[in-house]
């Protein structure tokens, strides 16, 4: 089975782009089979991160009803059986924004961390927003600048650290590849961004160019620019031809 592709984004804008009339999000219809699934797709909401706030929550509805996905569920910071068993069975998950360090202390104090991964495995899509995409990443900082003890290990479903919305320079994103060190590498996405991450390692930029960061055996910092392919993915098979840039 081929993984899906994850989904990091700076914030939730992507979630509602459309290309030539599609939703961006179509994609993730196409994988789950949402039109014909019986029973019919799960989504499932993490707002640990942003205290669980309910507005947050509503964005994520609306973004899953314009690609015809109804039946979603909010799963808060400390979940109940009955939200840990919906998480365990959804087709669809999105980490929120927030407080990297809040959401990622609620996450492992619940063993939402544990689920992710394995609903990852199982092929679920997993989406991460803002602080959420960088939980889906190497490690997590909760300031412009990571401090002491920062990147702080998260998930690791992408071996990468995850810079979201940070000035044109990625001052954050630099410091924390710098102190990981090799072979530490670093996507910096910016506002009104996102990254496709697929199964193959193949990188696709969505909307916005993204930074690569890396850092030499000098300690020397490294930074190239992905752009946005033509046609963005649209949950095509693997054997079919997709533009994308590739990370070497």
């Known amino acids: 089975m081929t993984l899906p592709p994850l989904l990091l984004l700076a914030d939730s804008a992507p979630l509602f782009w459309r290309v030539e009339g599609r939703p961006f999000l179509d994609y993730v219809r196409v994988l789950t089979g949402a039109e014909l699934r019986v029973p019919p797709v799960k989504a499932a909401y993490l707002g640990a991160s942003n ?6 929550y509503d964005i994520f509805v609306a973004a899953m009803e ?3 996905i109804q039946r979603c569920r909010s799963i808060p910071a400390r979940p109940s059986g009955e939200d840990l068993t919906w998480l365990k069975d959804a087709d669809v998950i999105l980490l929120a924004g927030g407080d990297p360090r809040v959401g990622w ?17 199982a092929g679920a899509v997993l ?16 300031e412009d600048l990571p401090g002491d003890g920062e990147p702080f290990p998260v998930l690791g479903l992408a071996p ?7 000035p044109p320079e990625w001052p954050g994103l630099k410091l924390a590849v710098r102190r990981m060190g090799l072979p530490t590498r670093g996507l910096g996405i910016p506002q009104g961004g996102g990254v496709l991450l697929h199964a193959d390692g193949s990188v696709e930029p969505v909307r916005q160019t993204v930074v690569d960061v890396t850092v030499d055996v000098e300690g020397r910092l490294h930074e190239s620019l992905l752009l946005p392919p033509a046609t963005p993915y649209r949950g095509e098979s693997p054997e079919a031809p997709v533009d994308r840039r590739t990370l070497q």
Do not use: K, T
């Open 66 to 68: 314009g690609i015809g």
């Open 127 to 142: 989406m991460g927003v803002s602080a959420g995409a960088m939980h889906l990443g190497l490690g997590a900082w909760c």
């Open 105 to 121: 202390n609620a996450f492992q104090a619940h063993g939402v961390d544990a689920v992710l991964r394995e609903r990852h495995q």
């Open 51 to 56: 205290g669980d706030v309910p507005e947050f």
């Open 160 to 166: 990468y650290l995850i810079g979201v919305h940070e």
